[in-house]
């Protein structure tokens, strides 16, 4: 899947930078033992929390291709409700549901 069109100017405007921030994406992604559906659960929820839309398509797109079933992701944005809120959760889980993962 294509990369989103504002991070496709990212990188073409700030190539040194975009490509720092992957690599560092996949050092902490490598830097411990959780398998790659946990890790991309881990960060759908926090995606979620800090109610970044386009992070939450990214993540739970990740976590489907990661080995993720829709009921795990959406069961990891309900688990969040005492945490962050109904509302906040609504909004993720319909954001979540863009991505083909309900």
Do not use: C
């Not at 050092?27 to 659960?41: M, S």
């Amino acid at each position: 899947m294509a990369k989103p069109k504002h991070f496709q100017r990212l990188a073409k405007r700030y190539p040194e930078y975009v490509a720092a921030v992957e690599k560092l994406g996949a050092a902490v992604k490598n830097a411990g033992p959780l398998e790659p559906k946990v890790a991309e659960l881990i960060q759908l929820a926090a995606a979620a929390a800090v109610h970044s839309e386009g992070s939450v398509h990214s993540h739970a797109r990740r976590a489907l291709k990661a080995g993720a079933t829709p009921d795990e992701i959406n069961h990891a944005l309900l688990l969040l409700t005492s945490t962050i809120g109904f509302p906040a959760v609504a909004a993720a889980l319909s954001w979540a549901d863009d991505t083909d993962a309900s």
